[in-house]
């Protein structure tokens, strides 16, 4: 009798448990969405006229599975991009617009000692490196010894985890982070040597929320949740009630003391069963909804820089070619930065970039650099009023998967191809891209 009675108060202790966690997660986006949608009651207008890889736990990935859908050889080799290593401006909210989140406030606002430098030259590092105190003290001095003046870091990753502890109840609620570094002496460490930080900040790619908020992720015409080649799950942006858990990660980066928020995977997905996904797009492009969640991110983090990694081949294409939603006449009007990923080896063979056709093109990487961004400019050259700048993603790894005749080893004299073709396109600013973060130091200019 004894023992029944503990069983049964454990039993009830563990209940009580569970409805109170679920109580809490329910509220919490309960509430997210309906603060959202007085949001968009009262920029609706706002809103429509701004339309417009290795182991799992240490990925270095990013988003780009190659700048033309016809290279599907290309992009099942490369997996998208792999970490063999497993290294891995004053806030003003505006106190007049009763519409706006309440933590558009004081409480996140930017209080960095570093000013963005004039020119970005920046690399990629994954929270693996940068939590690893030999290898955050080498890019340290990396950037003393070379032109190298920023780093673009993981907030989070394609994984779905935020690669760092955070406080924000949800991400806490359903296991969403990992410490792969310490934010805080990380970012500081960098602001004290005059580093810029970007935060690299995963949007729609997000296998941890889409399967725990089922609500949330891209469905199958068939039932269930729709997967892409690697079986993850991935978020809808037709469904607006995911966009303030981003923006919710965002404000907290950037209070931990991030310089600009970089979003990455900012489309739909372009790889598995395309024709198997079911939306609700409410008479919507995806082009138009990917539009309107950069616009509702510069309302909700004003003053902040904001930034978003988009395919090279948007560049060539007209309209929303790839049908993951960028348009790259709209999808700067918001922004500071679009970052186009103008790797060589994603581009198909054959692949013609401003009249020109590429062969092979991870042979040419200062043609393909040069006329992809050429190309981008003329375009963008003809749009009254387009805000955003171009600051390339530039190829810093070598593409096996090619076959031997098709790719070279990329060093220092093919990513210093690469810079000058961003300096001849007129442009100045520049990221270098190698999921393994294993760059030549001979690449970069020397500082006196």
């Not at 859908?69 to 505006?94: I, K, M, R, Y």
């Not at 970052?339 to 054959?350: C, D, E, I, R």
């Not at 092979?360 to 009254?384: H, M, T």
């Not at 530039?394 to 096996?400: D, E």
Request: hydrophobic fraction near 30%.
């Amino acid at each position: 009798m004894k023992h029944s009675i503990i069983k049964s108060v454990i039993l009830g202790i563990l209940l009580v448990s569970l409805v109170g966690s679920s109580i809490a997660f329910y509220v919490y986006f309960n509430n997210q969405s309906h603060r959202h949608n007085n949001m968009e009651k009262g920029q609706n207008r706002t809103i429509q006229d701004n339309s417009n890889i290795g182991n799992s736990d240490k990925s270095g990935q990013h988003d780009d599975t190659g700048n033309n859908n016809n290279n599907t050889d290309n992009n099942n080799a490369s997996g998208e991009n792999t970490d063999p290593q497993g290294t891995d401006t004053e806030n003003t909210a505006n106190k007049d617009d009763e519409n706006n989140n309440e933590n558009n406030n004081p409480d996140y606002i930017q209080t960095s000692p570093v000013k963005k430098p004039d020119n970005v030259k920046a690399l990629y590092l994954t929270g693996w490196t940068v939590g690893t105190a030999s290898s955050l003290d080498y890019f340290i001095q990396l950037a003393k010894n070379t032109e190298i003046n920023s780093y673009v870091i993981d907030i989070k990753d394609d994984d779905g985890f935020v690669g760092y502890e955070s406080s924000i109840p949800v991400v806490r609620e359903i296991n969403a982070w990992k410490k792969k570094f310490d934010v805080d002496k990380v970012i500081k460490t960098l602001h004290d040597n005059g580093i810029y930080v970007i935060g690299r900040l995963v949007c729609f790619k997000d296998p941890v929320l889409s399967s725990k908020r089922v609500d949330l992720a891209v469905k199958n015409i068939s039932g269930g949740l729709w997967r892409d080649n690697n079986n993850k799950t991935w978020l809808d942006p037709y469904n607006r009630d995911s966009w303030p858990y981003i923006i919710d990660i965002a404000k907290e980066a950037v209070q931990k003391g991030f310089d600009e928020i970089q979003f990455d995977y900012i489309r739909f997905p372009n790889d598995g069963d395309k024709k198997a996904m079911s939306f609700n797009p409410n008479g919507k492009e995806k082009y138009e909804v990917i539009n309107d969640f950069l616009a509702y991110a510069k309302q909700e983090l004003p003053g902040i820089i904001l930034s978003a990694d988009v395919f090279g081949i948007i560049c060539e294409s007209p309209e929303d070619t790839e049908d993951i939603g960028q348009y790259l006449e709209l999808i700067g009007k918001d922004i500071e930065y679009i970052s186009p990923m103008v790797y060589p080896s994603h581009y198909a063979f054959g692949q013609v970039v401003n009249n020109v056709k590429f062969l092979k093109p991870d042979l040419e990487p200062y043609a393909v650099v040069y006329n992809s961004l050429i190309k981008a400019k003329n375009r963008l050259n003809q749009i009254e009023n387009y805000k955003a700048d171009i600051r390339p993603y530039l190829q810093g790894f070598t593409a096996p998967w090619l076959k031997q005749g098709n790719y070279q080893v990329y060093g220092p004299k093919q990513i210093r191809e690469q810079i000058q073709a961003v300096y001849d396109a007129g442009l100045k600013e520049w990221i270098i891209w190698d999921p393994s973060n294993k760059y030549p130091e001979d690449a970069f200019e020397k500082t006196e």
